[in-house]
């Protein structure tokens, strides 16, 4: 309305109504002081308004209900329906699978048949000599206590629109319009964190050690320091070789690797246990000579002495306990010695005659972690019907310090 104050058509009064409505301070019957379309005043005038449409009355009973238009409610739609398909096909990241462990690296060699013995569970094996044995030949560095490994993922999803209405014109020259924006956004972490801890034990110990020496001093049919391993893996009736006392008195020491065949005898000699030393071997010949189904002959001195000359005199006392030989009998005998000891053994000597002229000594030391049973039914007895399998390192005479005991 301009300032002469010209008459104001239905349409134009029930725009300024509404618009007062919102902007202005309203009367019983109109507004006073609104300002005009051209920023001036109205003062002084009433304006008659009619009352407002049906189409308006709800806006006028309820001035602050707010009406979404529907393209607004179909754009929030679309947006919910987007996250809901966003969050469906979130899944956890899967955690890294541990590291696999450290392999022993394979030798340049071709493994022979006897390595695979090292894949099963020893019977019997010396924890303290084969660490001590790994320390000497390896020289291994500082080992690692325990690594820490942590991984960590960051899904993030967003989603947003944006929307307008642009209201119809209710005055000459004045449009109303709206708009916002919708956005969404979520971020979630997940990981993993784990402490690996590296597997040290003596039975890896002892196939480290193996395949160092396959690696390093492995040459079946060399003389010398070439080929330190003394293989006795044929069949049961091959003739065993030893190494001569120079090859055994060289280094690094010689491994043994001895398949011992069933019908072989482990004659007890001697046990340490905490009550002290005590010699099987009196009690057993003993026992031997007293069968009924013996030989009945009495068991020859053994000579005190190391010579060469006393050589025969030795096989001699060794081959009696072949031809008297009871299984049987060695296992009662050294199981009653035990049961007086009442204790277990720290370690126990035998003596293996394996064929004319060679007899190897074993010397097997458990530090009391083994039951008699490993020392007597398992070995004297199975060994003799089954035999065993052994690992160790050799010494003079020959001897073995027998590493770890597989059983067949």
Known sequence: MGAGGGP??????????????????????????????????LPGQELACEPPSNANSDLLRSPRMIRVPAPVLFTLLLVLVFLVVQLSQR?????APPPAADEEPEPNVQLPTWFYWLHDA?????NSLVSAFYDAVLRPGPRTVSVQQADERTLTSAAK?????KAAQVLPGLELSFGGEVSDSESVKSGTARTLAPIHNPPRELTSLVIHYLDKYYEPGADGDAHRI????????????????????SRPRMLAVLDFPPGTMFVPMAVETEKGVTAVYEDLVTKLRERDDGPGTECPPYPDSYLEEDADKRNAYWQW?????????????FECVLKRAGTR???VNYRVPVQDGLTLHLNIVGHGDYDVGIYAYNLIKRGWKHGVRMIGTVRAEPGINVLAIFDK
């Open 8 to 41: 104001l058509d239905h349409v134009g009064v029930r725009g300024v109504c509404g618009t007062v409505k919102l902007l202005g301070t309203m009367t019983a019957t109109g507004a006073q002081g609104v300002a005009g379309l051209d920023g001036g005043e």
């Open 91 to 95: 899944r956890a990241p899967e955690a």
């Open 122 to 126: 020893p019977m019997f094996i010396d």
């Open 161 to 165: 629109t944006t929307y307008g209405v």
């Open 230 to 249: 003394w293989e006795q893996v044929g069949p049961a009736d091959e003739t065993w070789s030893a190494p001569e006392r120079e090859r055994i008195a």
């Open 321 to 333: 306990f072949v031809e008297s030989w009871s299984a049987n009998a060695a296992l009662d005998v």
């Open 345 to 347: 053994p720290r370690w």
